[in-house]
């Protein structure tokens, strides 16, 4: 098994738990670990909230220590609410990476001017990142994207890799592409050719075409993100692949239980009323793609459970035949 060293250290493998908000919570990273991802990372938690001192972003902060390494992931467009928030994030022992995100598409975080919308402002992010380095009490890395409308992910790379960063995730799109058409792997790849530092490729990277991405990106990590929702699994199956073993197919049975796992954990981290409207955003993707009779019913009738009872009964009651 290949494996990645970030800042002297090593993670078991190159698969990685990308973050992704109102998912990546203490449960589902303990559901990327369980099946093998080799570094999970929370959500993107914003230091402006931090700054007001937001108690429910406070509470997204990690509160224990992780079954793997965590890359705690920032985002903000000021340097007086991201150096506090690294300040406040330096205070937290259960984290490994401090990474800031020049990643998100998402129309609500450009108009904050974060997220992506930063990669305009190439000059003033070195700055940022060169201060943030010198402040965190942790290694920084990044992810970013190619560049707001055209490519200009080298010339970034290289900027971020002289302000100090230890490793770089790179989504192979603009922010003008969001996540439709072709992720251009060649582009992650020139990238890989111009820094030192890690490069881990990020964008549509199935079992299917992994090892053309790995040819084409010679990235030394991987990141899956919204393909683990509803399926923590997926991190064995690339693992088992690499190793030359054969993927289990998904089935109903695994995918219940994987389901019922995780409703437990969120039930845990967040409460009952809370958690169980959480899962509802996962319900769906646990049990697409499987092929048996009516699993729509099931699928439908997931999404207007309010309890861990109710999940409870709407299982129940498709396995019985008696959802109509």
Request: with cysteine.
């Amino acid at each position: 098994m290949k494996t990645l060293t970030i800042a002297g250290l090593e993670l078991k493998n190159r698969y990685i738990q990308g973050p992704l908000a109102g998912y990546t919570t203490w449960a589902m990273r303990k559901m990327a670990y369980r099946y093998g991802a080799g570094m999970a990372y929370t959500e993107m938690t914003s230091c402006n909230a931090l700054f007001y001192h937001n108690k429910k972003t406070e509470d997204m902060l990690p509160r224990e220590k992780e079954d793997g390494p965590l890359a705690l992931q920032l985002f903000g467009s000021d340097d007086e609410s991201v150096l506090y928030g690294v300040k406040v994030a330096s205070e937290d022992p259960y984290y490994d990476f401090l990474d800031f995100n020049l990643g998100c598409p998402a129309k609500k975080v450009l108009k904050q001017k974060a997220g992506s919308a930063l990669l305009d402002y190439p000059e003033f992010v070195y700055y940022l990142i060169r201060k943030m380095v010198s402040a965190s009490s942790r290694p920084v890395v990044v992810k970013i994207r190619l560049g707001v409308k055209e490519n200009h992910g080298v010339e970034l790379a290289k900027g971020l890799e002289a302000a100090g960063v230890k490793a770089i995730a790179v989504h192979g799109r603009t922010t003008k592409e969001g996540f439709t058409g072709p992720v251009h792997y060649d582009a992650i790849g020139e990238i890989k050719k111009a820094v030192s530092v890690p490069i881990i490729a990020n964008g549509n990277i199935t079992l299917d075409n992994l090892s053309e991405v790995e040819r084409i990106t010679g990235a030394d990590g991987f990141m899956i993100a919204r393909d683990a929702i509803g399926y923590p699994k997926i991190f064995e199956d690339f693992r088992m692949k690499e190793e030359g073993k054969p993927v289990r197919e998904r089935t109903y049975g695994e995918q219940k239980e994987c389901f019922l796992e995780h409703l437990d954990l969120l039930i845990r981290e967040k409460g009952e009323k809370e958690g169980c409207t959480l899962i509802r955003g996962m319900a769906c993707a646990y049990f697409k793609g499987l092929d048996i009779p009516n699993i729509r019913l099931l699928r439908n009738a997931l999404v207007s459970c309010s309890s861990r009872e109710d999940y409870l009964q709407a299982l129940e009651s498709f396995e019985t035949g008696r959802l109509n």
